[in-house]
């Protein structure tokens, strides 16, 4: 088999990973080995290659599903490795993604966040579009952050939100923290607060919150202060 990109080697580290039952204890955790059961994707080698794994969802049936970001397509996979189909395609029309970011197994079927339409998409396994949930944008400490749509569905019917679009300045004076998640309906309408994390501003456009880094985009003049 020709040799695995980045991204496939990913694929192999996570699938190896759901794969562990429960939590290990802290001595468990140094005694960790990590076993290999299943290797996804090559490099160059037509539909078995990988370029930009976005995530990686298995099916109940032990499909893994690989939802490539530039590509605009999910490909299927046998659990031994075999390339199986794919569906999606780039475009806003049904079955189509613009952006697609996040992916998750919803009820027969699977969910795809696209940040092009800002919509979480449900899709069936043969790639037929259900149905898109989404809500207007949400505008957070008086615009200094932006929630353009959901990031991912819950099982009630409501939707995971959280800033994708903050200021650069408002993150550097502080007016972005804390950095909220919250839980949305349909309307946009603001249920819960599932989390308010600190935004910290770390120099050079850096942001860090909730251990996730963020970077931004600014003027050198700014990066020199």
Not at 28 to 55: F, M, P
Request: aromatic share 8%; proline share 7%.
């Amino acid at each position: 088999m020709p040799s695995l990109t980045p991204s496939a080697v990913l694929i192999l580290v996570m699938i190896t990973l759901q794969g562990c039952g429960g939590k290990p204890s802290p001595e468990q955790s140094s005694l960790l080995d990590l076993v290999e059961e299943v290797r996804i994707g090559a490099w160059d080698d037509g539909d078995y290659s990988l370029t930009s794994v976005a995530c990686v969802s298995i099916t109940p049936d032990s499909q893994v599903l690989v939802l490539e970001s530039a590509d605009k397509v999910i490909k299927f996979f046998s659990w031994e490795g075999r390339f199986e189909r794919q569906i999606g395609r780039q475009g806003s029309g049904p079955g189509e993604f613009i952006n697609p970011q996040q992916m998750g197994i919803w009820e027969d079927g699977l969910w795809v966040q696209d940040m092009g339409t800002n919509a979480i998409h449900f899709l069936g396994l043969d790639g037929a579009e259900k149905s898109r949930g989404s809500f207007p944008p949400i505008s957070v400490h008086d615009g200094a952050g932006t929630i353009p749509g959901p990031s991912r569905p819950f099982s009630d019917g409501t939707f995971f939100g959280e800033v994708l679009r903050w200021s650069s300045a408002a993150v550097r004076s502080g007016a972005a923290s804390p950095n909220p998640f919250l839980r949305i309906d349909s309307l946009g309408q603001v249920l819960d607060t599932l989390a308010n994390l600190p935004y910290s501003w770390k120099g050079n456009g850096a942001a860090e919150s909730g251990g996730r880094t963020t970077y931004f985009s600014i003027s050198l003049k700014d990066c020199l202060l």
